[in-house]
C-alpha cells in the first residue's frame, strides 16, 4: 500500500513540475494605441471616423472609474486660423493700423477634435479594447498623438485606492503605429477573449489531469497485482 502511495505521490511531482510558471514583471504605466481607424460616411460625405482604443495595465494595480479626453490638434487649419488673425489691416493711406485678429476659418472649423471615454474596470496585467467615434471628416487626425487629460480614475483596490486620482495622470503612454512596440507588447486578444481563453485552457489541463491519474492508478493497481504475487 505504501508502494502505492509513493508512486501516485511521485507521478503527481512530476506533473506539477512540468505545469507552466508564470511570472508578472512590475512596471508603472498602461500603454494604449488607435486603431481599425475607419471613415463613416453619411450620403457620400464623412461624417465622423470609429475607431477603436486598446489599453494595457503594465501596472500592479486594478484601474476603475476610468474616463479619459483625447484631443488631436489639426496643425494645417491651426496655422490657417493664426495667419488670419495676424494678416494685417491698412488705413486709407496704405499704412498698418494693425491686424485683422479673427478667422473665417475658425467660423467653420476647429483646430482641435476631441472624444471622452468611459473605460470599463482593468485589472493589472491584462487588456481591454473598446470601440468609440468621434465627429469629425479628419480621420487623418487619429494617426497622430493625442493629447490626454485623464477625467477620473480610482488606482488600485479597497483601501489602496487613490480616489484623486493623482497618480493617474501621467500612467498613459501613447504607443505609435511607428512604434516596435505597437505589434510586440500588445496581446493578440482582448482581455473578454484571454478570460474566455483560460477558461478552456484550465478545463482541458483538468481533462489531461485526470486522464494521467487514470492511467497512473491503472498502472499502479497493475503493479501491486504482481507484487502481490509475487509474495
Known amino acids: 500500500m505504501n508502494l502505492q502511495k509513493n508512486m501516485i505521490m ?59 479626453n483625447l484631443s488631436w490638434t489639426d496643425d494645417v487649419i491651426a496655422e490657417q486660423i493664426e495667419a488670419e488673425k495676424n494678416e494685417k489691416v491698412y488705413d486709407d493711406k496704405g499704412n498698418v ?11 467653420n472649423t476647429t483646430k482641435k477634435v476631441f472624444v471622452s471615454l468611459s473605460v ?3 485589472p493589472q496585467g491584462k487588456q ?4 468609440s467615434s468621434i465627429n469629425t471628416d479628419r480621420c487623418f487626425l487619429l494617426l497622430q498623438k493625442p493629447t490626454i487629460v485623464v477625467e477620473s480614475c480610482n488606482y488600485g483596490s479597497g483601501k489602496n485606492t487613490d480616489k484623486k486620482a493623482g497618480v493617474c495622470k501621467n500612467l498613459f503612454t501613447y ?6 512596440e ?4 500588445f496581446k493578440q ?15 482541458r ?9 487514470s492511467e497512473a492508478l491503472s498502472s499502479v493497481n497493475r503493479i501491486s497485482q504482481t507484487l502481490n504475487t509475487m509474495k
Open 10 to 68: 511521485s507521478l503527481f511531482g512530476a506533473m506539477l513540475f512540468m505545469l507552466p510558471k508564470v511570472t508578472h514583471a512590475e512596471q508603472s504605466e498602461v500603454i494604449f494605441k488607435i486603431h481599425d481607424i475607419t471613415p463613416v460616411e453619411e450620403n457620400g460625405e464623412v461624417k465622423s471616423c470609429s475607431f477603436g482604443v486598446t489599453l494595457y495595465n503594465r501596472t500592479p494595480e486594478m484601474i476603475s472609474n476610468l474616463g479619459l
Open 120 to 122: 470599463p474596470p482593468l
Open 182 to 185: 505597437y505589434y510586440s507588447d
Open 205 to 213: 489541463e483538468k481533462k489531461e489531469m485526470e486522464k494521467i491519474y
Open 128 to 131: 481591454i479594447s473598446i470601440k
Open 97 to 107: 493700423k494693425g491686424y485683422k485678429g479673427q478667422s473665417e476659418t475658425e467660423k
Open 189 to 203: 486578444i482582448s482581455y473578454t477573449e484571454e478570460v474566455e481563453d483560460i477558461k478552456n485552457q484550465a478545463e
Open 175 to 180: 504607443v505609435s503605429p511607428n512604434d516596435g
